[in-house]
């Protein structure tokens, strides 16, 4: 069945170091995935997308790989920051308009 | 302020009392979506809409009913509510399932 993973539950990263979270996504058909973070108590906001036409998107210090070839998706954060701490979930859009998150994995940024 | 509303923020209730959380939005979005999270299981969709009067499921819908009368609202039925529907609910609304999504804060709901 379709599923989407992170490779780890929890990335511990120094502050002011990069951090890269992955993603393995098994719906080849799928043509759109999505980079959410949560805080604590709140709902998922949205970081970066990007169309499985693209391998790469940048955004203010986040940037999105995806590799279709082995089904693979990362974010990077460059110069993480404190605020970064957050539980960082992707998710993909199968062709039916359904969306598929991810389990997540849990930034904790190190001062 | 463009936003999505959810209500009740917290309900506790008992097995099979009939409850609605509400979903509203102001952004005339036409996707709407709900969604459930539980502890290790990350957020799984619930069902969706993409216009109005037309719904979907998604990943887990047993157990929940939906409507779409009007674009703005997109309730959640639980008819017969079971302790395995603890949980915490998000309501999401984008312009289409391309688009990103802007969740509600979130209602948490215990079955008892």
């Known amino acids: 069945g379709e599923s989407v993973g992170l490779h780890l539950p929890t990335l511990s990263v120094q502050e002011g170091d990069n951090s890269i979270i992955n993603c393995a996504y098994s719906?080849?058909?799928?043509?759109?995935f999505i980079w959410y973070k949560q805080e604590s108590g709140k709902g998922p906001q949205f970081i970066i997308d990007?169309?499985?036409?693209?391998d790469k998107r940048q955004g203010q210090r986040v940037t999105v790989l995806l590799n279709k070839t082995v089904k693979h998706l990362s974010l990077q954060i460059a110069a993480t920051q404190p605020g970064d701490s957050a539980v960082y979930f992707c998710?993909?859009?199968?062709?039916?308009?359904?969306?598929?998150f991810g389990q997540g994995t849990t930034l904790q940024v190190k001062p | 302020e463009a936003q999505v509303t959810q209500n009740p923020r917290y309900l506790i209730t008992v097995t099979g009392k009939k409850l609605t959380v509400t979903c509203s939005q102001n952004?005339?979005?036409?996707?709407m979506s709900w969604y459930r999270q539980d502890p290790g299981l990350g957020l799984r969709q619930i069902y969706y809409?993409?216009?109005?009067?037309?719904?979907d499921k998604g990943d887990v819908p047993e157990g929940y009913k939906v409507s779409r009368k009007e674009k703005r609202n997109f309730p959640l039925i639980l008819e017969s509510p079971s302790p395995n529907q603890t949980s915490l609910y998000f309501c999401?609304?984008?312009?289409?399932?391309?688009?990103?999504?802007?969740f509600g804060p979130g209602t948490r709901l215990t079955v008892l």
């Open positions: 809409s993409m216009n109005v009067e037309v719904t």
């Open positions: 999401a609304s984008a312009w289409e399932s391309y688009n990103e999504q802007f």
């Open positions: 719906n080849s058909a799928s043509d759109y």
């Open positions: 990007i169309r499985s036409n693209m």
């Open positions: 998710a993909e859009r199968s062709n039916t308009g359904k969306l598929i």
């Open positions: 952004m005339n979005h036409e996707y």
